[in-house]
């Protein structure tokens, strides 16, 4: 309805043009907007007061002249003039009517827009190190991302799921290192495991799958191995200092080749891990981009050839540094340390230039909230290497805290002490997941409620969602037990007869739903579509539980039919987005 609105007020703004009311070179950003208050209208625009000055006439003024070349429409009961020059717009009974016979004719398809139409959105979402299976934490990100990946798409953009695999750095040797240890610990030797390696029950399976297919090719002297190393932490050292040294050792006894072997190895098991997770949690990736690719390529080079050849970079303590501060960070950023090293962050940088080179319009990524120190000088970089930095955005999202009862669940990856995200799905599952993890904005702190999650009750929202769906089913089934059959024709002929209060605000909230997903898609925000979704429940339940759907009358009975069929179809359409099912019974 606000497609066919702004159309029409369009017309009237081309006949005001055509007899000289309007300069002819004067254009209006059409916005219609829905009524914010009961007796303000269906739907408002602000466009007469837009255009008043440049006009050169008071806005209720050229309000009423909008208002005078505005072509009827059928759905349009009136028009008038409000405040300082707003224009409301009354519908008629028949407009809400109208949204039956849409819903249940474009089926899947209803609720689509074309807003995004020929806009390229990159989408980058979760992206955890792997050094280790998810957790409860990166299921959040995960939920959100595939949320907003589809709700994009039904906004019409063109949308590609990415993952970038950080398979480069020393994260991956400590990988390395923290598998030979718990190998070299199942072949007998004996050894000190460092304070700064990881620590999970994941380590030793990957260890104990390396001795079965490797038997002792990577045995090394644990004596050898671990002599004269520099004090850890606990020792009274550097936890840094120690496992740099273990990493060292390691690749010098073991040899390049072999080392990087058992490298590989440990990347393999846990990626492999990860894409299991995703995939069972209805999560898929267009690209899983390789941190390691960005090296090979020269991409990291020629990123910073390209900083350097326009004077961002300096050297400074032999390390080469960008610039940032210049471009609003709050310091300067190492990008080659005095080693020779390459720095994350100059990865980071190739890795969003690379993004923007490859035409996409905007690019988004789904950050941890612990990442919020990296946006500033990752846009700073873009800046300076001559894009628009805008066409970046960035959403940090906040941590989820389990709760089991009264006991919050620790999720350290280094100690092992995390709750797993398939953990967290076998006990809830899936599609209470899904759900918790988008109805919060990703930015607020988000208290995951286990035994909500797990209940059949109207307080755990995604039960009350599907529920409704479970319901609609249901009654269509007493309907084909009880002898009689729909009739959607006789259904829509009778379609005026749905005047209870209930059936009038479902007829509402079914009129909502492209809008709603229109306005999500724009504001990247998945939340929305749950909230809507509760509320459309809400308003089935009620209507459920006031009146009778299988009544004698065939006229009556199949227009409430249609009604609650564009129901069930609209929260399967809203469901499908948030990547949660709906199921036909419960």
């Not at 038997?215 to 050898?224: C, Q, S, T, Y």
């Not at 040294?245 to 006894?253: E, G, H, M, P, V």
């Not at 058992?262 to 898929?284: N, P, Y």
């Not at 309907?479 to 009689?484: I, K, P, V």
Request: with cysteine.
């Amino acid at each position: 309805m606000k497609d066919q609105l702004a159309q029409l007020v369009q017309q009237a703004l081309d006949a005001l043009r055509q007899d000289g009311t309007l300069p002819a070179e004067l254009r209006a950003d059409i916005q219609i907007e829905r009524g914010r208050a009961k007796g303000h209208g269906d739907y408002s625009t602000n466009v007469a007061m837009q255009l008043a000055k440049p006009a050169r006439r008071s806005p209720r003024e050229l309000g009423q002249a909008i208002l005078a070349k505005l072509p009827a429409h059928e759905h349009i009961e009136r028009a008038e003039i409000a405040g300082p020059g707003f224009i409301n717009f009354f519908l008629s009974p028949a407009a809400a009517f109208a949204v039956v016979r849409a819903v249940n004719e474009a089926g899947a398809r209803y609720g689509l827009s074309r807003v995004g139409a020929d806009q390229r959105i990159l989408l980058e979402f979760v992206s955890a190190n792997p050094t280790g299976p998810l957790h409860v934490g990166h299921g959040r990100g995960a939920a959100f991302g595939a949320a907003l990946a589809n709700l994009l798409t039904s906004a019409g953009f063109r949308v590609q799921r990415e993952y970038y695999v950080n398979d480069a750095g020393r994260q991956m040797d400590i990988l390395a290192v923290s598998v030979l240890l718990r190998y070299l610990e199942i072949l007998g030797e004996a050894i000190r495991f460092p304070d700064n390696g990881y620590r999970g029950e994941y380590i030793r399976e990957i260890a104990h799958d390396l001795q079965t297919r490797f038997g002792a090719r990577f045995r090394l002297a644990a004596e050898e191995f671990m002599s004269a190393l520099p004090a850890d932490a606990s020792q009274g050292g550097d936890r840094e200092a120690h496992v740099d040294a273990l990493i060292r050792r390691a690749k010098t006894l073991l040899g390049e080749n072999a080392y990087l072997e058992l490298q590989q190895i440990g990347l393999e098991a846990i990626l492999t891990d990860i894409r299991e997770d995703l995939t069972e949690l209805g999560v898929s990736y267009d690209e899983w981009f390789s941190e390691r690719a960005l090296l090979t390529n020269g991409a990291v080079e020629r990123a910073i050839d390209r900083l350097e050849a326009q004077g961002h970079l300096y050297t400074h303590d032999g390390a080469l540094w960008f610039r940032s501060s210049a471009f609003g960070d709050e310091k300067d950023r190492v990008v080659r340390r005095s080693d020779g090293e390459i720095t994350y962050f100059a990865s980071d940088i190739a890795y969003h230039m690379d993004k923007l080179e490859r035409g996409f319009n905007v690019a988004i990524n789904i950050w941890g909230a612990d990442h919020h120190g990296y946006v500033a000088r990752i846009k700073a970089a873009l800046s300076a290497l001559g894009y628009d930095s805008d066409r970046l955005e960035i959403r940090l999202v906040q941590f989820a805290n389990l709760y089991r009862g009264a006991e919050r669940l620790s999720m350290s990856t280094r100690s092992g002490e995390f709750v797993s995200l398939r953990a967290l799905r076998e006990e809830v599952g899936n599609d209470a997941a899904r759900f918790f993890y988008v109805i919060r904005r990703p930015e607020q702190h988000l208290d995951f409620d286990l035994e909500l999650a797990k209940s059949e009750s109207a307080d755990n929202p995604v039960y009350y969602i599907q529920y409704a769906h479970a319901r609609i089913c249901s009654v269509m089934s007493q309907l084909e037990a009880r002898g009689l059959s729909h009739d959607p024709a006789l259904g829509f002929k009778a379609i005026e007869r749905l005047t209870q209060p209930h059936e009038q605000r479902l007829l509402a909230e079914l009129g909502r739903y492209p809008e709603l997903v229109e306005t999500a898609a724009l504001a990247h925000e998945p939340h929305q579509l749950g909230h809507y979704l509760r509320e459309l429940a809400n308003a089935f339940h009620t209507y459920y539980n006031a009146h009778p759907f299988l009544v004698d009358s065939p006229a009556l009975r199949n227009a409430r039919l249609n009604l609650i069929l564009a129901t069930r179809q609209i929260l399967r359409n809203g469901l499908t987005i948030l990547g949660v099912s709906a199921p036909e019974s419960m």
